[in-house]
């Protein structure tokens, strides 16, 4: 794709990069063919395509441009141009799909954020977004909220009301029959303790999230517990905090930069002492912890030391891939749905992984059609476009049930809690399957 950037926009580093992607673009329309909301609504700037030209036309234009034709570009940028990439549900299904090669998460982002920059957005969308940002990203703060929103649920809006339990999780032996399916580990899982590290040899760090330890506090639980089974322990770092996705996503990036600035200064003297890897068990943190040495090349405090984060962060499927043994398969192992989500197969390169692991501990796993398409939860995605995104969710969902499995997992927290909405099938983290299959201790190699 042909580019028309002056020499003064090249010497800014965000246009530089953008330029480097839009050239590498082809116009094929191949990913048009697997983008969800494509599919959706046939609108061609409603596809990474049609979004890709959205953006360029951006860029290349200047409000304070000398060149008349270049200002009058400028005008053509609206709120409309604006709702169209907040469509986009950034699952990067289009990169999986490029022949090319295309970056269009890294043009994403730097379109949103000028678009931010000059049309700004109406009060109550930056009101909505400056109260997700903050209520999500502190574990504590997010536990209170939610112990809220469980009481006064039904004053809460359509869209919220979705993503909150009916109970909390002493209360998951109340019946609700109208409500949604919470994904709750299952009693034996939550009888057994979460093993002390201190006789382990192997250390690793484990990233806990910002509502997960509200939402399905079980996950991490159940992740030191396997871990533990194959000699390693989880070594907490209390300082760490959000992984920076939520502000990063929600257009307050330099919130986000602060956050990955943080944990790097938290896990550093773990990861100075020898920690074999930054563990996650949200794919969407994961994919986000993988970027770190990508978003802050341009720090000279930090590139370095996010590099090497990056380096040592891992999603759990990584590290139980080369560990789980074949031999230890349950008796009678369930039948399963797994929903890969875009953060895993499309942002790390991991689809099937999950599966492998899962057929090797004897899961029989149920076909699904369309596994590349997104669940429709994206972060904050399923709040900021409701509708969009309810469709996608019971799209995703007649895929996953079609075959009759008694349990769907996946491997991240937001599609956990938005497949569990619809009050259908259970839906739980495949870590808490496999908790749930291993015996208490495995055996000697």
């Known amino acids: 794709m042909q580019t028309h950037f002056s020499d003064a926009a090249l010497a800014r580093p965000h246009i530089q990069r953008a330029d480097k992607v839009l050239r590498s673009c082809v116009h094929c329309g191949f990913c048009n063919a697997t983008c969800p909301t494509y599919q959706l609504l ?32 400028a005008t053509q940028i609206t709120r409309e141009t604006q709702q169209h990439l907040d469509r986009c549900l950034s699952c ?18 730097i379109g949103r954020q ?36 469980v009481r006064f649920r039904p004053l809460a809006p359509g869209a919220l009301a979705d993503k909150i339990p009916l109970a909390r999780e002493h209360d998951r032996h109340a019946e609700h029959p109208a409500g949604p399916v919470t994904a709750t580990p299952s009693d034996q899982a939550l009888s057994r303790q979460v093993p002390s590290d201190q006789a382990l040899s192997r250390q690793v760090l484990m990233l806990e999230g910002c509502v997960q330890p509200g939402l399905a506090p079980n996950i991490n639980a159940a992740t030191a517990r396997v871990l533990a089974r194959f000699d390693i322990g989880v070594t907490p770092i209390r300082e760490a905090g959000c992984c920076g996705a939520i502000d990063y996503h929600l257009n307050a ?15 550093w003297p773990a990861i100075e002492a020898g920690a074999e890897a930054i563990v996650q068990t949200a794919s969407g943190c994961g994919a986000f912890v993988k970027e770190y040495g990508e978003m802050l090349a ?37 039948r399963a749905a797994f929903h890969c989500p875009c953060t895993l197969q499309h942002a790390q390169g991991l689809g099937g992984e999950v599966e492998k692991i899962l057929r090797a501990l004897g899961f029989t ?12 939860s994206a972060g904050t995605y399923s709040i900021t476009q409701p509708e969009l995104s309810r469709q996608l969710r019971d799209r995703k969902l007649e895929a996953l049930e079609a075959n009759g499995p008694a349990r769907i997992a996946t491997a991240n927290i937001g599609c956990q809690t938005h497949l569990s909405s619809a009050g259908r099938t259970p839906v739980s983290h495949w870590i808490e399957l496999v908790d749930d299959a291993l015996p208490e201790t495995l055996p000697q190699a």
Not at 61 to 67: A, F, G, I, Y
Not at 318 to 330: C, H, N, Q, S, T
Not at 368 to 375: F, K, M, N, S, T
Request: proline fraction near 7%.
């Open 42 to 73: 046939g609108d061609e700037r409603d596809g990474p395509r049609g979004r890709i030209y959205l953006i360029k036309q951006l860029l290349e234009s200047d409000p304070e441009s000398p060149d008349e034709a270049v200002r009058e570009q």
């Open 92 to 109: 990067r299904s289009c990169e999986t799909t490029c022949p090319s090669g295309v970056q269009y998460h890294t043009l994403l982002d």
């Open 114 to 149: 000028e678009l931010e920059r000059r049309v700004g957005r109406p009060w109550r969308e930056r009101l909505l977004r400056a109260g997700l940002r903050h209520a999500l990203v502190e574990p504590a703060r997010f536990k209170a909220l939610l112990a809220l929103g």
């Open 253 to 267: 990036q330099q919130a986000g930069r602060a956050r990955m600035r943080a944990n790097i200064d938290a896990w």
């Open 298 to 334: 341009d720090d000279p405090d930090y590139a370095e030391r996010a590099a090497r984060v990056s380096a040592l962060a891992r999603d759990i499927v990584e590290v139980l891939g080369e560990e789980i043994a074949r031999d230890d398969r349950p008796t009678r192992p369930p």
């Open 365 to 376: 796993l149920t076909p699904v059609a369309e596994g590349h398409l997104c669940c429709g």
